[in-house]
């Protein structure tokens, strides 16, 4: 049976990096059941500083469709693209419908564009799993303070969590198939007021 996403929701998505147990961390919001939108920290593979990117993305080839305020470079969809096909993990995290139907990628790239990424220079980092996670942490935190899409009070205690499983579904994926659709209890929607 092939992933499929649902509409609104948003996941938190780990993607291999090559060495099992790193992993790539950046959030993604569906549009339908195979498309939507990807949030994350990156450095295209170490031909640019790390920088905020939000793309649109199709499960199974780069779209053409765009959010007015992400980029819609073909080389970057085909960077995504890829990024898609190495996930190892999906959690649901939150939903862009709580509060109505008129929210969509563009106003949680709002809440997203805005927030700083360590600078460096050195080669190290070209591929380093923490300037990702640094950025994902603190998006966690902003849409958690927005108190609209993420309710999420322990980020340490997410992260653990989303690292411990996806670490074994690394190691488990001869057996079972990557992506893994994780629930978890550390992380959700918020209430409707």
Request: charge should be negative; aromatic fraction near 12%.
């Amino acid at each position: 049976m092939p992933f499929t996403l649902v509409p609104n929701v948003i996941y938190t998505v780990l993607t291999g990096t090559g060495k099992i147990g790193q992993f790539h961390w950046m959030l993604v919001v569906a549009s339908s059941a195979s498309d939507g939108y990807l949030f994350h920290a990156t450095n295209n593979s170490g031909t640019r500083p790390w920088h905020y990117q939000c793309t649109p993305w199709d499960l199974s080839y780069p779209s053409s469709s765009s959010c007015s305020s992400c980029e819609s470079d073909y080389s970057e969809l085909e960077h995504s693209s890829s990024l898609i096909e190495n996930a190892v993990s999906f959690t649901p995290i939150g939903n862009l419908s709580t509060f109505g139907d008129g929210l969509d990628a563009t106003h949680l790239n709002e809440y997203l564009k805005d927030i700083p990424i360590p600078r460096t220079t050195s080669v190290e980092s070209l591929f380093d799993e923490r300037f990702s996670i640094l950025w994902w942490r603190q998006a966690l935190r902003t849409l958690h303070q927005s108190e609209m899409f993420v309710r999420c009070m322990n980020v340490d205690a997410f992260e653990g969590e989303l690292k411990r499983k996806s670490t074994a579904a690394e190691y488990a994926k001869f057996m079972h198939p990557l992506p893994r659709v994780f629930s978890t209890k550390w992380a959700g929607p918020w209430p409707e007021s």
